[in-house]
């Protein structure tokens, strides 16, 4: 094999000691609501084979000859509607959050620590992530997918950018990976506190929604235990939260194209609630770690007026753990856990 087929990065010398780094992953976001930024990204996302399984080259022709003809103006338009003046929100909660789970790693474990974070779409790529890293003496890297659920449409497709990244690397550092987190109790603990805090201030609808992403049915029928865990999210909430089952739904949302997704759809939901008389809806999307299009436009807008055109007074959004106090301690536990053995991870002696 050629030299020049493997990255030499400097790493650690002989007289400043190997770091430990956590790599944080979600999805992505353009760089701008527009739709010249859309494109690019819209590829690259729309060109993973985990996410799209169809013959390759025919995807390529429907994906160049319409998708990327058409829905970038439309994807600019509901990324508009949420863009802040700091940016995509999804990338503004990503920072935030590694900001502060690095913050809180730093003053619990003896270290030295880096906490990071990429996409998986646009920019800071995996790869660019992993180098710098690298590059900053880190030899012992736990990757953490922000998908509590895994799918290879999202998990999977991180651990494809993991280890296309770790096949240039003349010496890539110790590596693990969280798979999932699905049916964690620190998580589920949060997720339900979070949820009674929002009810607590805003008091609590007649139903309570549980949107999840969607993916297809036959990724589910070939394996995929992305459903499964996401039920099993459900039932664990729903028990915390000490509901029974007439007041609690599960959907999934966000399907594209004419193939059977994920039952039952959250739109077809919203709409049979409300004209069987529910007039207050709260919904929490527990699949998303951080808020993004999918929840604060889709969700908080989309299938809000969808609710109130089918006869429903209110669909109340509940936010996402985003970096709440309970997210930095559900994910630091998390972290701490599946870092074990390493000495950076070990905790901070105290005096």
């Known amino acids: 094999m050629p030299r020049s087929h493997y990255t030499g990065l400097a790493g650690p010398s002989h007289d400043h000691p190997a770091k430990a780094g956590v790599l944080l992953v979600n999805l992505g976001t353009p760089a701008a609501p527009t739709a010249s930024a859309l494109r690019p990204y819209l590829a690259e996302f729309l060109s993973d084979p985990r996410v799209i399984e169809y ?3 025919l995807w ?3 994906l160049h000859g319409v998708i990327l003809r058409v829905r970038p103006a439309r994807s600019a338009h509901a990324y508009a ?11 503004v909660g990503s920072e935030k959050l590694a900001a502060g789970l690095e913050a809180r790693l730093r003053d619990t474990t003896r270290g030295p620590m880096r906490v990071a974070l990429a996409m998986r779409y646009g920019a800071p790529s995996v790869r660019a992530q992993i180098e710098q890293m690298q590059r900053d003496g880190v030899r012992r890297l736990l990757v953490l997918p922000l998908y509590p659920q895994y799918s290879g449409t999202s998990t ?32 589920i603990a949060a997720l339900a506190r979070s949820i009674e805090r ?49 007041q609690f739904v599960v959907s999934f949302q966000s399907r594209v194209g ?35 299009l999918e929840t604060l436009e889709e969700i908080a ?46 905790p901070r002696e105290t005096r």
């Open 55 to 57: 013959p390759r080259w």
């Open 60 to 62: 390529w022709l429907i």
């Open 81 to 91: 509607r949420i863009w802040t003046p700091e940016g995509s929100p999804l990338r």
């Open 156 to 187: 999977g497709s991180v651990i494809d950018a993991v280890a296309d990244t770790f096949k240039q690397l003349r010496w890539p550092p110790e590596l693990r990976i969280v798979n999932d987190y699905h049916h964690d109790a620190g998580h």
């Open 198 to 246: 929002w009810w607590s201030t805003h008091g609590r609808g007649d139903k309570l929604l549980l949107s999840f992403h969607g993916i297809p049915q036959r990724y589910v029928d070939a394996g995929d235990p992305y459903f499964h865990q996401c039920q099993t999210t459900a039932r664990l909430l729903r028990e915390r939260l000490g509901l029974d089952e007439s």
């Open 258 to 292: 004419r193939e059977p997704w994920l039952h039952p759809y959250t739109d077809e939901t919203v709409k049979r609630l409300a004209q069987e008389g529910v007039k207050r809806l709260d919904v929490a999307c527990p699949g998303f770690s951080v808020d993004c």
């Open 301 to 346: 807008l989309q299938n809000r007026d969808f609710f109130t055109a089918a006869g429903g007074e209110t669909l109340r959004y509940i936010p996402s753990l985003n970096d709440s106090e309970e997210q930095l301690d559900s994910l630091t536990t998390l972290i701490l856990r599946h870092a074990q053995g390493w000495p950076e991870f070990s």
